[in-house]
């Protein structure tokens, strides 16, 4: 059920990358370019990309770029519930954060580079909206670089979430959790690391411990501080249109995009790309002694 490519089952150190964003996160025809420009990067760092979706009635583990091409617009949106029913049905199944990690779990990867984690949506209770991401995170071992989590959640009530799951959150160089676009001004993280073999001897410790996922924040290099007002003007207009659930995302992205006259857009392409080289650094850690 679970087709790893000859390049990632003889590699040493691995990266595993999600399809969702290639597929939902970009103007359409964008995601693949980002995602190839993810696989780049992981490759300059020294390690090799598994790029991970459903296709063809198997999940996928390593994508040519042809493969990944596949995962356009029309793919299914695929989290940790969703794995199985887009294998025996045959879909192109993108898979998010969540999706991705129960992948490294069967296959045996400890790092993933990606935008932003998902986690409790504002307004919780209601509704009642927390991804699997972070449930997901809790139980795989695995490091997970992100930028923080999703700009459109509610960050401080993420942060509570992951200590609650024993999730340790690390800073790359900061002691606040990254806001996505904007670098500073997040709730604090549980510790600080100067370097990504600090975060891989952190990893292997919890590890040893028995614990399972870390998040590793890398705040963006360039910060846009004046996104948050978009944020609550997108969030408003998706109430006024009835916007739900798995739309939510694609939609309040693509009104940033346009509001902010595509600064939000380079600003996402950048940090998904830079995650992905801090990962494969992680990753070659890893596998020092
Ligand atoms: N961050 C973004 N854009 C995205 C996502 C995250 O800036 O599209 C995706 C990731 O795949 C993440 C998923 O795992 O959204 C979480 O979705 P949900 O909240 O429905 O679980
Ligand atoms: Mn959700």
Known sequence: MIVVSEEVAGAQAVVALETTLVAHGFPAGEGVEVGLESEKRVRAAGAVPATIGALDGAIR???????????????????PRDLAAAVVQGAVGATTVGGTLAVCRAAGITVMGTGG????????????????????LARTQVVVVSAGVKSLL???????????????????????LPLFYTARGGPPVSAR????????????????????????????????????PLIERALADA???????????????????????????????RLIADNAALAAEVAVALTRP
């Open 61 to 79: 583990v390593g994508l040519s770029p042809e493969e990944l091409e596949r995962f356009g617009p029309d793919a299914r949106k695929v989290g």
């Open 239 to 269: 109430e006024r249109k009835g916007v739900t659930g798995q739309r939510m995302t694609p939609f309040v992205l693509a009104y940033l995009h346009r509001e902010s006259g595509g600064r939000t857009l380079a600003a996402n392409r």
């Open 154 to 176: 509610d960050v401080p009530a993420t942060a509570e979430a992951l200590e609650t799951l024993g999730v340790p959150v690390l800073g790359y160089r900061t002691d606040e």
């Open 117 to 136: 984690l998902g986690g409790v949506h504002r307004g919780f209770p209601h509704p009642p909206d927390v991804s699997a991401d972070l449930t997901e």
């Open 193 to 228: 690391v100067e370097s990504a073999e600090d975060a891989a001897r952190v990893a292997s410790a919890h590890w040893a411990l028995g614990g399972g996922g870390l998040l590793l924040g890398r705040p963006p290099d360039q910060s846009l501080d004046d996104v948050e």
